[in-house]
C-alpha cells in the first residue's frame, strides 16, 4: 500500500462523506439522542444498582447496537459496487493509484466517518456529566468506546467485502440486510429454543451463539453493566463458567476486529485479482 495514494483517497473519500447531508443527519440522530436522554430524566432512573451516566451509557449502547449494524452495512456496501456502477472507479484506476490504495483508503475513510460521531456522542455525555456534576464512569466509557470501534469495523469489513463481491446495488443491499437478519436471528431467544427442541449441548449452542458478532456486542456491554449477567438468563452461566469477565472483555473486543479484518482481506483480495470494470 502506498503511503501517498493512500492518503489522497483516504481525503478524498473522507471530503465527500462530510459534505453529503447523510453524515451530518446522522452526527445530529445520535448526539440529539444522548440530549434527549439527558432531558428525559434517564440519568436519574435506577435499573440493578446502576444510575446516573452508567445508565445513559448502557441504553446508548442498547440502541448502537440495533441501529449501527445495518446502518455501517447499507453505507458501505455501496462504497465500491456504487463506484462501479457510476463510472467513478474507472476513472480513478486510470490513475496511478493501486487496488489496495484505493480499498484501504475507502475502508478507513469509511471507519472515521461512522465512528466518529458515535464517540463525539459518549463524549458529549460525560463532557455534559461533568457539568451537572454526575459521577463519570470512565470505565463504562473506555470499554464503550472500544466496543463501538469494534462493531463498527467488523461491520464494515463485512460491508465492503459483500460490495467487491457483488455486482449491483440492489444486491449488494439485499444481501447486506438478509445478513443483518440472520445476525439478529440468531440472538439469544433463537439460541434457546434450538437448545430445548434439538436438546443440544450448551457449550456447543453458546459456542455457537459467540461467533456473532452482534451476540458478542451485546454480551460485552452487559458484561460490565452487570457483571453477573443476570439479565441474560441460562446463557449467562454458560459463559462466565467457561472464561474470566476480563478475559470475555478482551474477546469482544479482539474478536469482532479479527473477524472485520479478515472479511476485509478476503474483499481486497478479490479485489486485486478481478476484473472489477
Not at 65 to 78: A, D, E, F, Q, S
Not at 157 to 180: C, D, K, N, P, R
Amino acid at each position: 500500500m502506498g503511503n501517498k495514494d493512500f492518503t489522497s483517497i483516504l481525503k478524498l473519500d473522507l471530503n465527500q462523506s462530510i459534505r453529503t447531508k447523510g453524515f451530518w443527519i446522522y452526527s445530529l440522530l445520535f448526539g440529539g439522542f444522548v440530549a434527549y436522554m439527558f432531558v428525559s430524566g434517564i440519568t436519574e432512573s435506577q435499573i440493578i444498582g446502576f444510575v446516573g451516566l452508567g445508565r445513559l451509557l448502557v441504553t446508548f449502547m442498547q440502541v448502537c447496537m440495533v441501529i449501527i449494524p445495518i446502518y455501517v452495512l447499507i453505507t458501505v456496501v455501496r462504497s465500491i459496487v456504487g463506484d462501479k456502477e457510476n463510472n467513478v472507479m474507472e476513472y480513478m484506476l486510470s490513475l496511478p493509484i493501486s487496488f489496495s490504495s484505493f480499498y484501504w483508503g475507502k475502508f478507513f475513510s469509511k471507519f472515521i466517518v461512522i465512528y466518529t460521531p458515535l464517540l463525539f456522542s459518549l463524549i458529549l455525555a460525560i463532557v455534559w456529566g461533568e457539568i451537572i456534576n454526575l459521577d463519570i464512569p470512565w470505565e463504562f466509557f473506555w470499554l464503550y468506546s472500544a466496543l463501538l470501534a469494534a462493531m463498527v469495523f467488523c461491520f464494515l469489513g463485512i460491508g465492503m467485502f459483500i460490495s467487491v463481491y457483488t455486482h449491483s446495488q440492489e444486491l449488494a443491499v439485499s444481501s447486506a440486510f438478509i445478513i443483518w437478519l440472520i445476525l439478529v436471528a440468531f440472538l439469544d431467544l433463537l439460541l434457546m429454543g434450538m437448545m430445548l427442541k434439538l436438546r443440544m449441548n450448551p457449550d456447543v449452542v453458546i459456542g455457537i451463539g459467540m461467533l456473532n458478532p452482534l451476540q458478542v456486542f451485546r454480551v460485552g456491554v452487559l458484561v460490565l453493566f452487570d457483571p453477573k449477567l443476570t439479565t441474560m438468563g441460562p446463557a449467562a452461566y454458560y459463559i462466565l463458567d467457561t472464561v474470566s469477565r476480563t478475559t470475555f472483555i478482551i474477546f469482544s473486543i479482539v474478536y469482532p476486529i479479527l473477524l472485520g479484518y479478515l472479511f476485509a482481506l478476503f474483499g481486497v483480495r478479490r479485489f486485486k485479482r478481478k476484473d472489477i470494470l
